[in-house]
C-alpha cells in the first residue's frame, strides 16, 4: 500500500462528513497480559485503513470547516530512548507523513489540549468518533471513553458515528487491496499443501499448525491472519476450534481453516483432507457434495444478486445434494449437517468490518464457505474460498490451493520435505 492509498481513503470519507464538523481516531491501546506483559498489540483496522500508522496510542484528528475544506493531525507517542530500548523504535514523525500523507505531525501529550480548543472555538457542531463494538460486552475502547468526556465537556456537539461511513468504504476494495489479497492467497496455499504433504496418521494437530507457521515464517513476522483452526476427527466438531492437543489417527479428516496476511490484506480458506492421503467413500461422498455446491456458487455469484442469497443458495443447492445423496431426509432439516452460514466478507479484517450489503457489487471479496458435519459418520469439514465479485460474475481468488479430491490425494502423495 502507498500513501495515495490512505490519503484516498480519508478525502472519500472526508467527503461524507458534514461541514463543521471535528472527527477523531485512535490507533487503540495495549491490553495487560499479566503483571509484566501486555498481549501483542495489534492496531485499529480503520484506523490502519486510513493512515497506513501501525502503532499504539496514536491519535488522527480532522476538521472540516464550513466550507468544506479540510485540516488534518497525526499524534505521534513522542522518541524516549529508555522506552524505546525496552519496548523498541517509535514511529518519527518524518517516516509517518511519508506512510499516510497527513503532513501535519504533534505529540499524542498534546492531543487533549489542541481537541479541546477547537471543540469550545464554537466553531464546530458535530465530533465523529468510531464507536463500533462487536458486542455490548467489549471493553471500552478510547473512542468510548471520549464519547463520554464530549459529554459533559462538550455537550453542544453532535456525536456521529465515523464507523458507519468506514464501513462504506471498506466494502468495495481497491486494485491495490485485491494484489495485496492476491499474494496472500499465494502464501496461504503454500501453507496448506504443506500441512497436506505432511499429514500422516497419528500426527498431532500442534505439529500441523507448526507446518503451517514455518512456512508463513518465511513471508514475514506478522504470521496467520488470524487464529488458525487445525482440528482432527472429534474435534473438527467444535467450529473454531484451538487448542491443538488432538491426533489425527488413520481414517480421521483434517479440519483446517487458515489464512496469511500481506500488506494488511487477509484471506480465509478452509480445506478438508484425510489424514492418510485417501478419502473413504463417505468422505469422498460429502466432500462432492461441498466441492458441487461451492462450484455452483462461483457460477452463480455476480453484480446484483442479493447478498442474503448467497447463503440461502449455499444451504438449498447443498441441501438438493444431499437428499440426493441418500444423506439428508428432507431439504428441511438441512441444519442437521450445516451449522454455520457461508459467507462473511475478507479484507483489512478476516471478518471485514463493512457496510452489510443488500445487493453484491463489483470489488466486494467475500467468502464461499460450504461446512458439512455428520457427527454419527464422524465426518466434519469445510470447504472455505475467497470470492472476487467481477463486472460480469465472481473470481475464486483461492482456487490455486487445492480443492478437488484428485488434486488433494495427489498433493498428499507428493510427500513433505523436512525443514533444513
Request: charged fraction near 25%; include cysteine; hydrophobic fraction near 35%.
Amino acid at each position: 500500500m502507498t500513501k495515495n492509498f490512505y490519503q484516498d481513503n480519508r478525502r472519500r470519507l472526508y467527503g461524507q462528513m458534514k461541514e463543521n464538523s471535528l472527527l477523531v481516531l485512535f490507533s487503540g491501546t495495549e491490553v495487560r497480559k499479566t503483571n509484566d506483559e501486555f498481549y501483542p498489540f495489534y492496531t485499529n483496522r480503520s484506523f490502519l485503513y486510513l493512515t497506513g500508522l501501525d502503532g499504539k496510542e496514536l491519535v488522527l484528528l480532522a476538521r472540516k470547516d464550513g466550507q468544506g475544506q479540510v485540516t488534518e493531525k497525526v499524534f505521534l507517542l513522542p522518541p524516549d530512548f529508555l522506552a524505546e530500548r525496552w519496548t523498541g523504535r517509535r514511529i518519527k514523525s518524518d517516516e509517518a507523513a511519508e506512510l499516510s500523507g497527513v503532513e501535519q505531525i504533534g505529540f499524542v501529550a498534546d492531543f487533549e489540549a489542541e481537541l479541546h480548543r477547537l471543540a469550545a472555538s464554537g466553531s464546530y457542531e458535530h465530533l465523529y468518533l468510531d464507536l463500533y463494538r462487536a458486542a455490548p460486552s467489549d471493553r471500552d475502547a478510547p473512542s468510548h471513553r471520549l464519547l463520554r468526556r464530549a459529554a459533559s465537556d462538550y455537550p453542544f456537539l453532535k456525536i456521529e458515528n465515523a464507523n458507519a461511513l468506514i464501513r462504506r468504504l471498506r466494502t468495495i476494495k481497491q486494485p491495490c487491496e485485491i494484489k495485496a489479497m492476491r499474494q496472500a492467497e499465494r502464501i496461504t496455499c503454500e501453507g496448506i499443501t504443506a500441512m497436506m504433504k505432511a499429514s500422516k496418521p497419528g500426527m498431532f494437530e500442534y505439529q500441523y499448525k507448526a507446518v503451517f507457521d514455518y512456512i508463513l515464517g518465511q513471508y514475514g513476522p506478522q504470521g496467520p491472519a488470524f487464529p488458525s483452526i487445525i482440528s482432527a476427527g472429534k474435534n473438527n466438531f467444535c467450529i473454531h476450534y484451538n487448542s491443538y492437543t488432538g491426533q489425527a489417527l488413520d481414517g480421521d479428516m483434517v479440519l483446517n481453516d487458515v489464512g496469511a496476511w500481506h500488506n494488511y490484506l487477509m484471506t480465509d480458506v478452509s480445506r478438508g483432507w484425510p489424514c492418510n492421503g485417501r478419502y473413504t467413500d463417505r468422505q469422498r461422498l460429502l466432500y462432492e457434495c461441498a466441492l458441487n455446491t461451492s462450484n455452483h456458487m462461483f457460477r452463480t455469484i455476480k453484480p446484483g444478486m442479493p447478498m442474503s442469497e448467497v447463503d440461502g443458495e449455499i444451504r438449498r443447492y447443498n441441501a438438493a445434494l444431499l437428499k440426493d445423496a441418500g444423506v439428508l431426509d428432507d431439504v428441511k432439516n438441512i441444519g442437521t449437517y450445516m451449522w454455520h452460514g457461508g459467507a462473511h466478507h475478507v479484507g483489512f479484517d478476516v471478518h471485514d468490518v463493512v457496510e452489510t450489503p443488500e445487493v453484491i457489487a463489483p470489488g466486494m471479496v467475500f467468502c464461499v464457505d460450504v461446512g458439512i458435519y455428520h457427527e454419527e459418520w464422524g465426518i466434519g469439514f469445510r470447504l472455505e474460498d475467497n470470492c472476487l465479485v467481477t463486472e460480469t460474475g465472481c473470481e475464486n481468488l483461492s482456487a490455486i490451493i487445492p480443492r478437488t479430491i484428485e488434486d488433494i490425494e495427489d498433493t498428499m502423495r507428493q510427500g513433505f520435505v523436512a525443514f533444513s
